[in-house]
């Protein structure tokens, strides 16, 4: 997990979408069901008076991650602390530490240090060490970035292969044993929320259109209900496709997913991504 300029002192401003969906997509989207929650999950943690405390302080962030400690290449790698040295500073200081496992944080601060809080980032539960009387929060498992500028300020991935079908995961490594079931993460975030699709879209046409079609397990709905069930949850939607374009009209499973998009498949270039944000911001 990286961090860019910092800012907590403002949380994202969501809006939600009113338009209805359009006409344009196939009978996929016609059949997926409607997949509205009946409450909102709040990501973010903390206390209130967290924003005002980071506009007063010198904020650090420290980023990793895992910690793995490795002793011997014969030896199974096992976890270890993270150290993180706080230095003096002028104004009080507000740590920031991120990791995409869990990590168990141990702090040295320096003589005058001025330790006001922690705020943890990351998918999982980290323990801090030597923190003090500093408040300790949880700020979640999004990116954090300056108002204002291009950079997402809440950012969670998943992983698919070729198609989403049921389940998502976090960790390509435990993809197997680690998933997500994908209506607990639709219900999870608000249609407020933008989707990006990365992918290469190339794949058999059974994997988008039929059931059994993936190659690693048996999905009992098609590729394509489960893309036009998450555009009818995620209305501001766009896939980013590395393939050259020009492959795309040769590849029967781009030319079907660049439909149940209804055209917003773009390249992976500067003229791709900016052309794909722009759709992004126009709203749906």
Not at 31 to 50: E, F, K, M, W, Y
Not at 69 to 93: D, E, K, N, Y
Request: aromatic content about 8%; some cysteine.
């Amino acid at each position: 997990m990286n961090y860019g300029p910092l800012e907590f002192s403002e949380l994202l401003a969501r809006r939600n979408s009113t338009q209805n969906d359009s006409a344009a997509v196939t009978a996929a989207r016609a059949a997926a069901p409607d997949t509205r929650p009946a409450s909102r999950l709040t990501i973010v943690s903390g206390i209130t008076s967290l924003t005002r405390m980071a506009r007063a302080a010198h904020i650090e962030a420290v980023s990793v991650y895992e910690a793995v400690a490795i002793h011997s290449p014969r030896i199974p790698r096992p976890l270890g602390p993270v150290l993180v040295l706080v230095r003096a500073s002028s104004r009080p200081v507000v740590l920031v530490l991120s990791s995409h496992q869990a990590v168990h944080w141990e702090l040295a601060l320096e003589p005058g240090v001025t330790l006001r809080a922690v705020l943890l980032s990351g998918y999982g539960e980290s323990k801090v060490h030597g923190a003090g009387d500093a408040v300790v929060a949880s700020i979640g498992g999004f990116y954090a970035f300056k108002r204002g500028s291009a950079e997402f300020k809440h950012l969670e991935t998943f992983y698919f292969h070729n198609c989403p079908y049921e389940s998502l995961w976090r960790n390509n490594r435990r993809r197997h044993d680690q998933v997500t079931p994908t209506f607990e993460m639709m219900n999870t975030y608000g249609p407020d929320w933008k989707l990006i699709f990365v992918g290469d879209a190339t794949m058999s046409p059974y994997e988008i259109t039929e059931p059994g079609g993936s190659v690693e397990h048996w999905n009992a709905e098609a590729g394509a209900v489960w893309v036009a069930r998450l555009l009818k949850r995620f209305r501001n939607a766009i896939w980013i496709n590395p393939r050259d374009p020009r492959a795309w009209e040769g590849t029967s499973s781009a030319r079907l997913l660049r439909q149940v998009m209804e055209g917003r498949m773009y390249p992976l270039t500067l003229d791709g991504l900016e052309a794909g944000l722009k759709e992004l911001q126009r709203g749906r």
